[in-house]
């Protein structure tokens, strides 16, 4: 479990592609002197859930797989570029963001980036299939990142970010065309399947 607040950041080291589809991911990773990360650890990186594979130093590697792989933009990572961190919540740890499990549901584009006051309004892309689950003040993890949706509209959401999350995280980098993984609000998913599963019972 997560909060979806970036403490941490990392820099991809190198990617090596597995024969049977999947790549292993090295990170030189920020905090790991701070939260003393044991192999089979969970941490989050660009909000995607991997779990450590091996630890040397500040170098860790993750396996991929290819489920992962499809789901996110793990697979565009490159040598170099920037990623964010978040080690997986302790017991009485404070919850400032909203609870994000790092299991991303699916990728959207970033469509635009507009100057607002001291920060940005940004647009992306939503999918289909995530567009029920995306209201206006709702939350939503957007590579890794907790916020809260500032408009949403049939096939894109925009993003209010102050100054600390375009400086903290990599959000304040993403270009126009790049994509971001996406992870819905899961209060949003229980409380629709409930609904709809009221709904059945109901009608039948």
Request: charged share 20%; glycine share 10%; proline share 4%.
């Given at each position: ?10 820099t ?9 589809g ?9 905090g ?12 989050a ?11 040397v ?16 933009a793990?697979?565009?990572?490159q040598p ?8 997986s919540?302790?017991l ?26 001291q ?5 992306i ?12 003040k ?24 102050i100054p ?15 994509r ?13 399947a409930?609904?709809?599963t009221l ?6």
């Amino acid at each position: 479990m997560f909060s979806g607040l970036i403490a941490y950041r990392g820099t991809v080291l190198r990617t090596s592609a597995h024969a049977g589809g999947g790549l292993r991911l090295a990170v030189a990773c920020e905090g790991v002197e701070q939260e003393a990360p044991v192999t089979k650890d969970s941490i989050a990186v660009n909000g995607v859930c991997l779990t450590a594979a091996s630890i040397v130093e500040r170098e860790v590697e993750f396996d991929v797989i290819p489920e992962t792989l499809a789901r996110s933009a793990l697979g565009a990572l490159q040598p170099g570029e920037r990623v964010n961190l978040e080690y997986s919540l302790r017991l009485g740890d404070r919850l400032g963001g909203h609870l994000v499990y790092a299991h991303v549901d699916a990728t959207g584009a970033v469509l635009a980036r507009t100057a607002q006051g001291q920060g940005e309004r940004v647009r992306i892309e939503l999918p289909p299939s995530l567009r029920r689950f995306v209201v206006e003040k709702g939350y939503i993890a957007v590579d890794g990142v907790s916020l809260t949706v500032a408009s949403a509209q049939n096939g894109w959401f925009e993003l209010a970010l102050i100054p600390e999350t375009l400086q903290r995280t990599t959000l304040g980098q993403r270009p126009v065309g790049s994509r971001v993984n996406l992870e819905v609000d899961p209060i949003a998913r229980y409380a629709l399947a409930q609904v709809q599963t009221l709904g059945s019972e109901i009608g039948a």
